[in-house]
């Protein structure tokens, strides 16, 4: 039991850890207490313990003593050192005063020392400038009276020279002009630079026509130095001068009207430059090059003769259509000489220009044209030059004659091409005129001289077509080397728009047509306003044609790339579209498909006349095949043999599907215009009809034109759509009583009206007719018709099906309807109203409860159709080898 344990306190635990810290927070004085006195036996250890607790009790009160005492004599130490430290601090001020107040007495004492040696600088410096000034102010006056001398003597040279000198001493006594003596100077000045000026122009006018002297040349080269010392204002009149002069010799030799005003003479003017600037080459070598005096005489050449030829062409504008040719002359003379000066100038490398926004000028200006005159852009430059010379007054002469130089070579950069022929441009619709003209004329002559045969094995196309192609290109080329590649370049592409349709249209009118003159006319049984009479040759042409056809679409997309890449400014090339001339010659294939599928349908017209008119109903046995199907047979495989090898696969499988959906319907409407027909005869139109099946797949796979992917997919349409004629012959050839449930379970489709075609067919007696009506009308939901005659039955069921509208069609059309090539599945019978259509959707529920109630009579037909299809399997089979002979005595392709 622990000692001084706390009431209710649970034993204290043997082996729990006891904080012995006593200022832990976790300290407990009782666990502490029961830790070292555990049992009644420890206690003999309490009055030792408690013996040694207070010796160090009295140890820490001594030691807690001992501390208060000596804390108390380290406070007094401390306020001691703090009151010696405020001491020293202010000791420390009192010497940082006095250091402050001998520094400003140095100070002072520094300055007052320097002030005797300032004023001495500035003497020396004052004085210094004085000398300069003076001396520089002697030398000017002395080289301006030099000058004066030289002036009065005509040296030049000399004169350049001291200019040069004058100029740059001047320039040191800008800020004295107020000064009279420097005044006067600049006075003087300004008085010899303008008779220097006088001086020298007046030895330019020395220059005649003959071949100067040495000496004149020579003192004209001095003259040039001092224009260029005066400066670019007194250089460009000297050039002026000098250009105008030279211009008026052009001017008296060329002008607007007489012989030398000709078109066909234009060449005569360029020749004259040529001759000009070769002969006069020493005078030329006079000028510094810097001037570019060649070729700012060009640009004054370029702007005169552009003025001179617009009022020509202007006089002559009623003459020019029957003087294309001195036009074009004209134009080519002036290409050519455009692009020998761009040669010579425009390979030239120049200084930039002076102002900083070479291309527009300074802020406001229109951008620079390189077009424009010489004077126009020597205006721009000098404004520039005078914005800078407000900031460079003081800069060196060399620093100026430099910029003067820059400003020169920028007058003198121009682009000489399309400097002359932009006069040209709003005549030249003449010329495109012209090229029209002769295009059509050749592409008449092409057309008469045509042989309608293909121009090589490799390529099977009109010779006319690739002749009209390099009649075009010739065109192109001539109009960008000789004429221009701008904006009449684009026109001549309009020009080539026109004659391609012009070619599309003599192509089609090739081709063969209708008596109505419209190749979308319908292929109607019976009617002969869309018959076509192609011949075999006629059928060549047309194949031929396609393929011309084909082969333009592509020259004319190489054309528009051609045309685009020529243009220039590139802008223009994205105004070249032939997209219209390619949709054009798509257009001719189109109508090449609808005369080559009404002419094969023409020829198969006699073959379904054929099939109406055979008496069906007095048939006693199916053999051989027909003979409507060997006319078939000679036409398909005639069209197989000319077509297949002569149409791009592409175009030939579009004209079978075609032909195929133009066929079916009008077979099945010469089916239904037979008067009767037997079983027998049922069963021979089914054995027919499968060879003709055969026949339209043997015309797929024609001269392997197609692949097998293509030939299974028109193999699978032809059982489609032949598939519905086959699908009458069976119900029309099954026993009268199961021929109702034979009806339903082969045309579910079929309505009141395909009904009755089916049933006009068949050999019937009264009785039999009467109970198939009633019978149909019965599981149609309908009321019971009779009539006096079978033709009263027939009209009742008609009657029936076109008021109350019951049940739709099997899609049996009397007549095909095909517009071109726009030809629309065969029509479906639809509701005649709200109340038929809901009675017909009540009577298709009935049919499918009441084909139940008919299971004898339906198995009865199927046992009759599958006697009759071991039957006609028989009759095919030795069919079979006949038809196998007569396709090989008719040179059919072998299977």
Same mark, same amino acid.
């Given at each position: 039991?622990?000692?001084?344990?706390?009431?209710?306190?649970?034993?204290?635990?043997?082996?729990?850890?006891?904080?012995?810290?006593?200022?832990?927070?976790?300290?407990?004085?009782?666990?502490?207490?029961?830790?070292?006195?555990?049992?009644?036996?420890?206690?003999?250890?309490?009055?030792?313990?408690?013996?040694?607790?207070?010796?160090?009790?009295?140890?820490?009160?001594?030691?807690?003593?001992?501390?208060?005492?000596?804390?108390?004599?380290?406070?007094?130490?401390?306020?001691?050192?703090?009151?010696?430290?405020?001491?020293?601090?202010?000791?420390?001020?009192?010497?940082?005063?006095?250091?402050?107040?001998?520094?400003?007495?140095?100070?002072?004492?520094?300055?007052?020392?320097?002030?005797?040696?300032?004023?001495?600088?500035?003497?020396?410096?004052?004085?210094?400038?004085?000398?300069?000034?003076?001396?520089?102010?002697?030398?000017?006056?002395?080289?301006?009276?030099?000058?004066?001398?030289?002036?009065?003597?005509?040296?030049?040279?000399?004169?350049?020279?001291?200019?040069?000198?004058?100029?740059?001493?001047?320039?040191?006594?800008?800020?004295?002009?107020?000064?009279?003596?420097?005044?006067? =100077?600049?006075?003087?000045?300004?008085?010899?630079?303008?008779?220097?000026?006088?001086?020298?122009?007046?030895?330019?006018?020395?220059?005649?026509?003959?071949?100067?002297?040495?000496?004149?040349?020579?003192?004209?080269?001095?003259?040039?130095?001092?224009?260029?010392?005066?400066?670019?204002?007194?250089?460009?009149?000297?050039?002026?001068?000098?250009?105008?002069?030279?211009?008026?010799?052009?001017?008296?030799?060329?002008?607007?009207?007489?012989?030398?005003?000709?078109?066909?003479?234009?060449?005569?003017?360029?020749?004259?430059?040529?001759?000009?600037?070769?002969?006069?080459?020493?005078?030329?070598?006079?000028?510094?090059?810097?001037?570019?005096?060649?070729?700012?005489?060009?640009?004054?050449?370029?702007?005169?003769?552009?003025?001179?030829?617009?009022?020509?062409?202007?006089?002559?504008?009623?003459?020019?259509?029957?003087?294309?040719?001195?036009?074009?002359?004209?134009?080519?003379?002036?290409?050519?000489?455009?692009?020998?000066?761009?040669?010579?100038?425009?390979?030239?490398?120049?200084?930039?220009?002076?102002?900083?926004?070479?291309?527009?000028?300074?802020?406001?200006?229109?951008?620079?044209?390189?077009?424009?005159?010489?004077?126009?852009?020597?205006?721009?430059?000098?404004?520039?030059?005078?914005?800078?010379?407000?900031?460079?007054?003081?800069?060196?002469?060399?620093?100026?004659? #430099?910029?003067?130089?820059?400003?020169?070579?920028?007058?003198?950069?121009?682009?000489?091409?399309?400097?002359?022929?932009?006069?040209?441009?709003?005549?030249?619709?003449?010329?495109?005129?012209?090229?029209?003209?002769?295009?059509?004329?050749?592409?008449?002559?092409?057309?008469?001289?045509?042989?309608?045969?293909?121009?090589?094995?490799?390529?099977?196309?009109?010779?006319?077509?690739?002749?009209?192609?390099?009649?075009?290109?010739?065109?192109?080329?001539?109009?960008?080397?000789?004429?221009?590649?701008?904006?009449?370049?684009?026109?001549?592409?309009?020009?080539?728009?026109?004659?391609?349709?012009?070619?599309?249209?003599?192509?089609?009118?090739?081709?063969?047509?209708?008596?109505?003159?419209?190749?979308?006319?319908?292929?109607?049984?019976?009617?002969?306003?869309?018959?076509?009479?192609?011949?075999?040759?006629?059928?060549?042409?047309?194949?031929?044609?396609?393929?011309?056809? #084909?082969?333009?679409?592509?020259?004319?997309?190489?054309?528009?790339?051609?045309?685009?890449?020529?243009?220039?400014?590139?802008?223009?090339?994205?105004?070249?579209?032939?997209?219209?001339?390619?949709?054009?010659?798509?257009?001719?294939?189109?109508?090449?498909?609808?005369?080559?599928?009404?002419?094969?349908?023409?020829?198969?017209?006699?073959?379904?006349?054929?099939?109406?008119?055979?008496?069906?109903?007095?048939?006693?046995?199916?053999?051989?095949?027909?003979?409507?199907?060997?006319?078939?047979?000679?036409?398909?495989?005639?069209?197989?043999?000319?077509?297949?090898?002569?149409?791009?696969?592409?175009?030939?499988?579009?004209?079978?599907?075609? =032909?195929?959906?133009?066929?079916?319907?009008?077979?099945?409407?010469?089916?239904?215009?037979?008067?009767?027909?037997?079983?027998?005869?049922?069963?021979?139109?089914?054995?027919?009809?499968?060879?003709?099946?055969?026949?339209?797949?043997?015309?797929?796979?024609?001269?392997?034109?197609?692949?097998?992917?293509?030939?299974?997919?028109?193999?699978?349409?032809?059982?489609?759509?032949?598939?519905?004629?086959?699908?009458?012959?069976?119900?029309?050839?099954?026993?009268?009583?199961?021929?109702?449930?034979?009806?339903?379970?082969?045309?579910?489709?079929?309505?009141?009206?395909?009904?009755?075609?089916?049933?006009?067919?068949?050999?019937?007696?009264?009785?039999e007719y009467q109970m198939l009506l009633e019978q149909f009308n019965r599981l149609m939901g309908r009321p019971v018709l009779s009539g006096g005659d079978g033709g009263a039955a027939s009209s009742g069921v008609s009657a029936s099906a076109g008021g109350g509208g019951g049940g739709g069609s099997l899609a049996l059309p009397r007549a095909p309807a095909a517009q071109g090539f726009s030809m629309p599945a065969m029509p479906r019978l639809q509701s005649g109203g709200s109340g038929a259509a809901a009675k017909a959707s009540a009577a298709a529920q009935d049919v499918a409860a009441r084909l139940g109630k008919f299971t004898p009579n339906l198995n009865a037909t199927k046992a009759s159709a599958a006697a009759a299809g071991e039957s006609m399997s028989a009759a095919m089979r030795a069919m079979k080898s006949k038809s196998l002979r007569f396709m090989s005595r008719d040179g059919a392709p072998p299977q």
């Amino acid at each position: 039991m622990a000692l001084l344990a706390p009431p209710g306190a649970a034993p204290h635990a043997g082996g729990q850890q006891v904080e012995e810290d006593p200022f832990a927070a976790e300290f407990n004085v009782t666990r502490y207490v029961n830790s070292m006195f555990p049992s009644e036996a420890s206690l003999v250890e309490l009055d030792p313990l408690v013996g040694q607790l207070r010796q160090k009790v009295a140890r820490v009160d001594a030691e807690i003593l001992a501390a208060v005492r000596a804390q108390s004599s380290s406070g007094g130490r401390a306020r001691g050192e703090l009151a010696s430290a405020k001491s020293a601090i202010e000791e420390l001020f009192g010497r940082i005063r006095d250091i402050q107040r001998k520094a400003e007495q140095s100070e002072a004492m520094v300055q007052e020392i320097c002030r005797d040696i300032k004023k001495l600088d500035y003497a020396k410096k004052h004085l210094t400038a004085t000398i300069t000034a003076l001396r520089r102010l002697s030398m000017l006056v002395n080289a301006v009276d030099q000058l004066q001398l030289a002036v009065e003597r005509h040296e030049y040279a000399e004169a350049a020279h001291l200019l040069e000198a004058v100029q740059q001493l001047s320039s040191h006594f800008q800020s004295y002009v107020h000064i009279p003596k420097v005044a006067e =100077l600049k006075g003087r000045l300004m008085t010899l630079e303008k008779s220097l000026q006088i001086n020298t122009l007046r030895e330019f006018e020395l220059l005649g026509e003959e071949s100067p002297s040495p000496l004149l040349l020579e003192r004209l080269r001095s003259c040039c130095l001092v224009m260029e010392a005066l400066g670019y204002q007194a250089r460009d009149e000297l050039i002026n001068e000098v250009c105008k002069r030279e211009m008026g010799v052009y001017t008296q030799i060329f002008a607007t009207i007489g012989d030398t005003a000709k078109l066909e003479r234009t060449v005569n003017r360029y020749k004259w430059l040529l001759r000009r600037l070769e002969a006069r080459k020493e005078i030329w070598a006079i000028f510094p090059a810097s001037w570019h005096v060649p070729q700012l005489l060009c640009i004054m050449f370029c702007n005169i003769t552009k003025t001179m030829l617009a009022e020509i062409l202007d006089i002559k504008s009623a003459e020019l259509p029957s003087h294309v040719d001195s036009l074009l002359k004209s134009v080519e003379a002036t290409n050519i000489f455009e692009t020998e000066m761009a040669r010579r100038f425009e390979g030239v490398e120049r200084e930039p220009a002076p102002s900083d926004n070479a291309e527009g000028g300074s802020e406001g200006e229109p951008p620079a044209d390189d077009s424009a005159p010489a004077s126009r852009v020597r205006q721009r430059y000098e404004k520039a030059a005078r914005e800078k010379q407000r900031t460079a007054e003081h800069e060196s002469p060399a620093r100026r004659k #430099e910029q003067e130089h820059a400003t020169s070579a920028a007058v003198a950069k121009t682009n000489f091409r399309g400097a002359i022929s932009s006069v040209f441009v709003p005549y030249l619709s003449v010329y495109l005129d012209q090229v029209e003209r002769d295009l059509l004329s050749a592409l008449d002559r092409l057309m008469r001289e045509e042989t309608w045969q293909p121009l090589s094995a490799d390529l099977p196309v009109l010779k006319s077509s690739n002749e009209l192609v390099e009649a075009l290109k010739a065109e192109m080329r001539d109009c960008v080397g000789r004429v221009t590649r701008g904006a009449a370049l684009l026109d001549l592409a309009g020009v080539f728009q026109r004659v391609y349709r012009a070619y599309a249209a003599r192509l089609v009118a090739r081709l063969p047509k209708p008596a109505s003159g419209n190749l979308g006319a319908s292929a109607v049984l019976g009617a002969t306003d869309w018959h076509v009479r192609m011949s075999e040759e006629d059928m060549g042409v047309v194949c031929l044609v396609v393929s011309t056809a #084909e082969h333009c679409q592509e020259m004319v997309r190489q054309l528009a790339r051609a045309l685009a890449a020529k243009l220039v400014p590139q802008e223009l090339a994205s105004r070249v579209d032939m997209s219209e001339e390619e949709e054009e010659f798509q257009t001719v294939i189109t109508h090449c498909l609808s005369s080559l599928l009404l002419g094969i349908e023409t020829r198969l017209e006699g073959a379904l006349g054929s099939l109406a008119r055979i008496n069906w109903g007095s048939m006693e046995m199916a053999g051989d095949q027909s003979e409507y199907v060997g006319v078939v047979r000679g036409v398909l495989l005639d069209a197989a043999a000319r077509l297949g090898p002569s149409m791009p696969p592409n175009y030939f499988r579009f004209f079978c599907d075609k =032909l195929l959906r133009s066929f079916a319907p009008r077979h099945l409407d010469a089916v239904f215009r037979c008067r009767k027909i037997s079983d027998v005869g049922c069963q021979q139109l089914r054995l027919d009809t499968e060879v003709i099946k055969g026949l339209l797949c043997d015309l797929a796979r024609a001269g392997g034109a197609l692949d097998s992917a293509s030939v299974a997919a028109f193999a699978a349409e032809v059982h489609a759509q032949l598939g519905r004629a086959e699908a009458v012959l069976k119900v029309a050839g099954a026993p009268p009583e199961g021929l109702v449930d034979t009806f339903f379970e082969l045309l579910s489709n079929g309505g009141p009206s395909d009904f009755q075609r089916i049933v006009d067919l068949k050999v019937l007696k009264r009785v039999e007719y009467q109970m198939l009506l009633e019978q149909f009308n019965r599981l149609m939901g309908r009321p019971v018709l009779s009539g006096g005659d079978g033709g009263a039955a027939s009209s009742g069921v008609s009657a029936s099906a076109g008021g109350g509208g019951g049940g739709g069609s099997l899609a049996l059309p009397r007549a095909p309807a095909a517009q071109g090539f726009s030809m629309p599945a065969m029509p479906r019978l639809q509701s005649g109203g709200s109340g038929a259509a809901a009675k017909a959707s009540a009577a298709a529920q009935d049919v499918a409860a009441r084909l139940g109630k008919f299971t004898p009579n339906l198995n009865a037909t199927k046992a009759s159709a599958a006697a009759a299809g071991e039957s006609m399997s028989a009759a095919m089979r030795a069919m079979k080898s006949k038809s196998l002979r007569f396709m090989s005595r008719d040179g059919a392709p072998p299977q």
